[in-house]
């Protein structure tokens, strides 16, 4: 991905340098232009903006049928996007690179996104057997994605990360342009951990394409980050909660429309901004992942309790009304 974030920003928020386009879904992984494919993964705290008052934000319309309703009542999911009869509802893998490419599962400077069919790479080549770093438990209408260390002996299978946890993603599923996107989950608490959920572009090059973030968390269970980006614009709220998120289940939400953006928490509108123009072009999938570590959220410590967990149980698109 050959994007050279300055020092401070993992995905999200950001100061960009010059360098060739990059392509969707994989943020993490940025090739500096004309340094040998010398990697740089850089990570930047974002400035918060505070938000609107919310007497002045739009409100949620009435929603109809959802175009897309996962409440987990199984978890459809695998790493394969070529199955002759559908592709998998979702995937483990971002999809880009090839499957042994480190831009396929990079999810900060620290972690990676795992899965219970993972082997590793080592010398260039798969291993032979799952590593057994399954990030994921599921139980009927709950999916929850583990962030953990990585065990000492397996770091040299999986490019030295020291921490892993998992992704999912409707990149070959499902995808929409405009309406409502909802996620019903509860968040992991402690420093290094960071959870979120968001939309990508289907079509274009990131970030000129453009991105969504309903929003991330970084480890501070009272406090989440609401972002929309495109080349070098973004707009990042952070957003005060007035619950302990990593206690119960709560929705985080968006409405996008071709005029505005407007996050929303607990049905309740938090923040809003125009659209950009880049995000008004193309239908956007859903991403949910935990990551672990990186600049941002900072490197776990003694008081992180592991694993952390992103508890998810619901997550729901609904479209624009007369679209």
């Not at 438990?137 to 994605?145: C, P, V």
């Not at 040299?156 to 892993?164: L, N, S």
């Amino acid at each position: 991905m050959p994007i050279v974030k300055d020092q401070s920003a993992m995905p999200h928020c950001h100061r960009w340098t010059r360098a060739p386009a990059v392509l969707p879904g994989n943020r993490w992984l940025r090739r500096a232009a004309g340094l040998g494919g010398a990697l740089l993964l850089t990570s930047a705290a974002p400035t918060a903006a505070p938000p609107p008052a919310t007497a002045a934000m739009p409100h949620l319309p009435p929603l109809a049928a959802p175009a897309f309703d996962e409440r987990f009542e199984q978890f459809d999911h695998g790493t394969d996007q070529t199955r002759p009869a559908r592709p998998h509802r979702w995937r483990t893998v971002y999809g880009h690179g090839g499957g042994l490419a480190i831009s396929n599962r990079q999810m900060s400077a620290s972690s990676f996104a795992s899965d219970a069919a993972f082997t590793g790479v080592s010398g260039g080549m798969a291993g032979a057997v799952p590593l057994g770093l399954d990030p994921f438990t599921f139980r009927r209408g709950e999916l929850t994605i583990l962030g953990q260390p990585t065990p000492e002996a397996l770091r040299p299978r999986v490019w030295g990360k020291p921490y892993y946890g998992g992704a999912i993603t409707t990149r070959f599923s499902f995808a929409q342009k405009f309406g409502y996107f909802e996620i019903e989950a509860r968040l992991p608490a402690g420093k290094g951990m960071w959870p979120a959920f968001w939309l990508l572009p289907v079509k274009g090059t990131w970030p000129d394409a453009g991105e969504i973030d309903v929003f991330e968390g970084l480890g501070n269970p009272h406090e989440i980050h609401c972002t929309a980006i495109t080349g070098k614009q973004r707009t990042t709220r952070r957003i005060a909660l007035a619950f302990d998120a990593s206690r119960d289940f709560h929705r985080y939400g968006v409405m996008w429309t071709p005029r505005t953006i407007t996050w929303f928490v607990d049905r309740e509108a938090v923040a809003s901004t125009a659209t950009p123009a880049p995000l008004t072009q193309e239908s956007a999938y859903l991403i949910a992942n935990l990551a672990v570590g990186g600049s941002w959220p900072g490197q776990p410590d003694a008081s992180t309790p592991f694993p952390g967990r992103y508890a998810i149980r619901r997550i729901t698109v609904w479209p624009l009304a007369g679209r």
